[in-house]
């Protein structure tokens, strides 16, 4: 086993200490942040950093790296208090990715990588039209991480959208028959494998 200790990793340069700090939980899932901004512009990001946070209500956390440069998906949801959370799959991967270039805020990732926007009533940030799992939340709160100047985004859904085939009457969702896509590091993808799902755990003794 190879030991990487503390001093290690501050002494790794800038993207591979990202990568490794990245891969350590395993693969995530790899989501596009739909967001709009006051004047109508629309914005859409990769993010890799989405959990479930409860149940009742549902509730989703989102990472949102320090505000050190302008954060464009940051400053709409914290504007609007409306955004978009929309699964990736392998069809429009390419293109999800491309997302993360650092476009200016007068430019519509949606437009630049050849995306489309869907509205629904009653939502004011658009959903990816291409996207086979879909849902939009409302701000709750805001938890600032004083560690490293992150801060946790929480939401409430309020709408989801996925193909009626893939959602059963438990409430589970099919994620590998979508094809959602999972990443760890900045540039690193995977596929699901068949679920294995096993009855609910009972202690033995």
Do not use: W
Request: glycine share 6%.
């Amino acid at each position: 086993m190879k030991s990487i200790h503390l001093s290690d990793i501050e002494a790794m340069d800038k993207l591979a200490r990202v990568r490794f700090a990245n891969s350590l939980p395993g693969p995530k899932p790899f989501c596009l942040v739909g967001s709009i901004d006051a004047e109508g512009r629309t914005n859409l990001a990769p993010f890799s950093t989405v959990t479930h946070l409860g149940s009742n209500p549902a509730l989703i956390g989102l990472v949102s790296r320090p505000d050190l440069v302008e954060r464009h998906t940051l400053s709409n949801i914290l504007a609007t208090g409306s955004y978009t959370i929309n699964h990736v799959h392998s069809e429009i991967l390419e293109q999800a990715h491309h997302c993360s270039a650092r476009y200016p805020r007068e430019t519509s990732e949606f437009t630049a990588t050849g995306l489309t926007p869907h509205f629904e009533d009653g939502v004011a940030a658009p959903f990816v039209a291409e996207s086979l799992l879909r849902f939009a939340l409302t701000l709750e709160e805001t938890v600032s991480i004083a560690s490293n100047g992150t801060l946790l985004i929480v939401g409430k859904v309020i709408l989801a959208q996925l193909p009626e085939d893939h959602f059963g009457e438990d409430g589970s969702i099919d994620l590998s028959a979508l094809g959602s896509l999972a990443s760890t590091a900045l540039d690193t993808y995977f596929e699901l494998g068949t679920p294995v799902r096993l009855p609910y755990a009972k202690p033995r003794i």
